[in-house]
């Protein structure tokens, strides 16, 4: 039997970890993704699955994540082999790994194209030209960056760079100072927000959108992107938190840390939803505009606001560093994964896979221009296209194997080393996991793909697929 591979690093403190994972998890997932998908599907109800979704699928995969990477000790791939084997279960567990590796550099591949849009909104704040923007003329500023491929080439390229030198360096090293600042600063620019928003007089309809559900508005497909939603936004599904979960020593609390992820990350988007909700109908504007909503609002509050180009600036700035903290750990698992199995040294690995993601996201950049009329999965861009099969087929199929593997195939012993959970909430836990947050994602899934009389015939053969599935990993 060979070795396993193991990594030898740690963190120096949970308080690190927490900050390095919620750095992760606070993204353009909260500030600009959370906002537009939520007004294209319709507000109230969305915002309601979302939240089902965190609590009762992404907080319990959260944690199985960072668990299992902290028992397995290394990369993806190669923790999941490790577990295959000291549990006794299939090699083919590392495929599990592989999914998470493809998903991350796909996300990084157009993550780098929307911080390179708040790169050159940091930029056009910082020379005054927000300054008493109208809704229209900041819509007309939105379509004319996107038509200019050159710029957006130019703005996703540095974005990649900057991530490439950040990894090359380890992860480690300037990310706890980073977002020391960053998380803060982030609150506390919501917050001057929020108040501009409750002077515009449209803060009520804001916190109507948001919270009054109007289940009508809602399809199986609006369940499925708040589902793949609820993945992105904390960073699970891919392996990314099975990286940082590698890098924790024994002592520190998985469960804890995990609270105070999905905290934070749920509050900077729904600050964000307000704030943006009231300008978009305080100008009659579309909520349902698409991904450009946080660019074409923002601009007007910081145009209108006292302090508006202070505020502008460092609210740009900080949107690119909780967009690089992230960045960082999109591609952190591949990183890992061609350092530790191939031996390629850390650096090198960090250029040749940026070089590759760089590659694939100037395919994003010209289908918001050159090839926007290209379309490959249905009416979807390339861009569309990509967010979807990642976000939404490959993050939760990675968290609902993550699920399968923590509470079936697990030791139970090692299981309650790694989550220190009383036994009550532990058996809550693991049944969720066993059957609650599987069939939940399967049945979303399923029903996006059969027509909405078929559902309940889908949903039976879906149980009775799963069940037989189980009794085989059961037998080894
Ligand atoms: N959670 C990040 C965001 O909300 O912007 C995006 C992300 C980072 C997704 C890392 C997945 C991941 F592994």
């Not at 039997?1 to 963190?11: A, E, F, G, P």
């Not at 804001?206 to 793949?228: H, N």
């Not at 964000?272 to 349902?288: H, K, Q, R, T, Y």
Request: charge should be neutral.
């Amino acid at each position: 039997m060979s070795q396993l591979k193991v990594s030898n690093d740690s963190w120096s403190s949970q308080t690190v970890f927490i900050l390095a994972a919620v750095g992760s998890a606070v993204g353009l997932g909260n500030l600009w993704k959370f906002p537009y998908i939520t007004g294209e599907n319709g507000g109230g109800a969305f915002v309601l699955v979302y939240l089902a979704c965190i609590l009762v699928i992404g907080l319990p995969i959260l944690m199985s994540e960072v668990a299992l990477g902290r028992a397995g000790k290394a990369n993806p791939i190669q923790a999941m082999s490790n577990l295959a084997k000291e549990n006794g279960a299939s090699k083919l567990w590392r495929l599990l790994g592989f999914n998470g590796v493809l998903a991350g550099a796909l996300i990084l591949s157009f993550y780098t194209v929307i911080a390179g849009w708040a790169v050159a909104y940091f930029m056009q704040s910082v020379r005054g030209d927000f300054s008493g923007i109208t809704a229209e003329a900041a819509g007309v500023n939105f379509d004319e960056l996107l038509a200019n491929p050159l710029e957006l080439l130019f703005w996703h390229t540095l974005v990649t760079l900057v991530t490439i030198v950040i990894v090359s360096k380890g992860v480690k090293g300037g990310i706890e100072k980073a977002i020391n600042f960053m998380l803060p600063g982030l609150l506390i620019i919501l917050l001057v927000l929020l108040g501009y928003a409750m002077t515009t007089g449209s803060f009520g309809d804001s916190v109507r959108f948001l919270f009054s559900p109007d289940f009508s508005k809602l399809t199986w497909e609006s369940v499925l992107v708040a589902m793949g939603h609820a993945f992105f936004t904390l960073s699970i599904g891919l392996g990314t938190m099975m990286v940082y979960g590698s890098y924790l020593s024994k002592e520190f609390s998985i469960v804890k840390a995990s609270f105070w992820i999905v905290i934070a990350d749920t509050a900077v988007a729904l600050l964000a939803g307000l704030v943006i909700f009231s300008i978009v109908f305080a100008n009659g504007l579309e909520p349902g505009s698409g991904p450009g909503l946080l660019f074409q609002t923002l601009p007007v509050a910081f145009g209108h606001m006292w302090g508006g180009w202070f505020f502008g600036s460092l609210f740009f700035a900080l949107v690119v560093m909780a967009a690089l903290s992230s960045a960082i750990s999109l591609i952190e698992p591949a990183v890992s994964w061609v350092n530790q199995q191939w031996g390629v040294e850390r650096t090198q690995a960090a250029w040749l896979l940026g070089g590759i993601i760089w590659l694939i996201g100037v395919g994003t950049v010209l289908s918001f221009n050159e090839w926007k009329g290209l379309h490959f999965l249905g009416e979807r861009t390339l861009f569309d296209s990509l967010d979807f099969i990642t976000t939404n087929i490959m993050l939760p199929l990675g968290g609902l194997l993550m699920a399968v593997f923590i509470a079936w195939v697990m030791k139970p012993s090692t299981r309650a080393d790694n989550l220190e959970l009383s036994e009550g909430w532990m058996n809550l836990f693991v049944l969720n996991l066993r059957w609650g947050a599987p069939i939940a994602v399967m049945v979303v899934f399923a029903s996006n793909l059969v027509s909405a009389d078929r559902v309940g015939f889908m949903i039976a053969a879906i149980l009775g697929i799963y069940a037989v599935y189980i009794w085989q990993v059961r037998r080894g």
